[in-house]
């Protein structure tokens, strides 16, 4: 089995990190797997220092990001956010979560005709925080399913703020 990418750079599987030893690790890794130390030898050695140099990064990418970390922790506990699977995919929000993003898309259309779009966007932001803490509250807590549900409502209003954005 695959390494994650927490074991890949040295870190204990949970959203708190160390910054500072998050990047040490990963400058450290990224140094002593990097392509030009096999610069000499043949091509499957290449190949495996590119593989494992690519693998680095990402985990890399992956875990100095907050969301990202929530994302990726939720997705080794079984649930990947990017598949619409039943059974391990991102869950199923209720419709009365729904109908509550057509009455944000609609804020959108009434605030932009208002010229109010900056107050919408810091309210619609404030919502999009307060879902990422809760995921990572749920997550702290083990309740990665609950976890999940708070990131998919985090992505919904990510989407909204981009489209808010296209508008300014």
């Known amino acids: ?6 074991e890949r750079l040295g870190q204990p599987a949970q959203h708190a990190l160390d910054r500072d030893a998050l990047e040490h690790a990963y400058l450290q ?6 392509p030009d130390k096999v610069a000499q030898d043949d091509a499957s050695a290449k190949r495996a220092a590119m593989e494992a140099s690519a693998a680095i990064n990402e985990a ?7 969301v990202k970390r929530a994302e990726y922790l939720v997705k080794l506990a079984g649930r990947d956010l990017d598949s619409s699977d039943p059974d391990s ?3 199923q929000m209720p419709q009365s979560f729904l109908i509550e993003m057509i009455e944000h898309r609609e804020r959108v259309a009434e605030a932009q005709a208002g010229g109010s779009l900056d107050a919408l966007r810091d309210d619609i932001e ?4 307060d879902a990422l803490s809760a995921a990572v509250s749920a997550i ?4 990665h399913e609950a976890a999940a549900r708070h990131l998919v409502v985090r992505r ?4 909204l703020l981009d489209e808010i954005d296209e508008l300014d």
């Open 1 to 6: 089995m695959d390494m994650d990418h927490f």
């Open 29 to 34: 890794r990224a140094a002593a797997a990097h």
């Open 60 to 66: 890399y990418r992956t875990l100095r990001d907050p």
């Open 89 to 91: 995919g991102a869950p």
């Open 126 to 129: 404030a919502q999009e925080s």
């Open 140 to 143: 702290d807590g083990g309740d």
């Open 156 to 159: 919904y209003l990510q989407r």
